[in-house]
């Protein structure tokens, strides 16, 4: 059974910084960031497989990034110049495969919400 526990959400200004967490406990799988905006598709923001490639959507390239503490079986996403149309609940996810897909993830964290305000 695997295990995604989110934090660091919050309310910031545009052009802010947030860094969210995702606690991971169980088999190691590839590991996605999603977003969803009520009324709209969830959508895949950035993916790490368990090799290290990164791969990430058109709209957070060059001020997301992604990284992984393997001791502490968390990863990481680093929001940097955030803008209102960042604001939405974000969720960690693993699954088998290195993709930005949302139906190919199996485990699904509990969400953080984050807020940018203009």
């Known amino acids: 059974q695997v295990q995604l526990v989110e934090s660091g959400g919050g309310s910031v200004q545009a052009g802010g910084s947030l860094r969210l967490s995702c606690a991971a406990s169980g088999y190691r799988y590839s590991m996605g960031w999603f977003r969803q905006v009520p009324g709209k598709e969830r959508e895949g923001v950035a993916a790490?497989?368990?090799?290290?490639?990164?791969r990430y959507a058109d709209s957070v390239k060059g001020r997301f990034i992604v990284s992984q503490d393997s001791a502490k079986n968390t990863l990481y996403l680093q929001m940097n110049n955030l803008k209102p149309d960042d604001t939405a609940m974000y969720y960690c996810?693993?699954?088998?495969?290195?993709?930005?897909?949302?139906?190919?993830?199996?485990?699904w964290g509990q969400g953080t919400q984050v807020t940018v305000s203009s």
């Open positions: 790490r497989a368990s090799d290290g490639r990164i």
């Open positions: 996810a693993a699954g088998p495969y290195f993709v930005l897909e949302k139906s190919r993830y199996n485990y």
